[in-house]
Nanobody, 122 residues
Framework: EVQLQASGGGLVQVGGSLRLSCAAS????????IGWFRQAPGTEREGIAC????????YYADSVKGRFTISGDNVKDTVYLQMNSLKPEDTAVYYC???????????????WGQGTLVTVSS
């Protein structure tokens, strides 16, 4: 059974940093994509970053490019999202998900972890 567990959220001040983790288990496929998404109250879910397990290629939404970094640790089966220079508009519930295509569209991801809340205070 594929399982994803996101963690690492919390309260941080503007300009601060957080690192989110997405622990994965039950994967049988070698070629997949892990994506990070976020959803703030009253807004649509937004894809912000993804990484390919086979190539290591990474992709970012413009809203986080240059501030966030996605990386993977194959030994620990964990994908990280390092978030720097956080802004109040980064406040959201963050989710990780597994899919087959490196897109920012939630519909391309079939397995989802529970969310972790990130709150950026000004």
């Amino acid at each position: 059974e594929v399982q994803l567990q996101a963690s690492g959220g919390g309260l941080v001040q503007v300009g601060g940093s957080l690192r989110l983790s997405c622990a994965a288990s039950g994967f049988t496929a070698d070629d997949y994509v892990i994506g990070w998404f976020r959803q703030a109250p009253g807004t649509e879910r937004e894809g912000i970053a993804c990484i390919s397990s086979s190539t290591g290629s990474t992709y970012y939404a413009d809203s986080v490019k240059g501030r966030f970094t996605i990386s993977g640790d194959n030994v620990k089966d964990t994908v990280y999202l390092q978030m720097n220079s956080l802004k109040p508009e980064d406040t959201a519930v963050y989710y990780c998900a597994r899919g087959r295509a490196a897109t920012m569209w939630g519909r391309d991801y079939e397995y989802w972890g529970q969310g972790t809340l990130v709150t950026v205070s000004s």
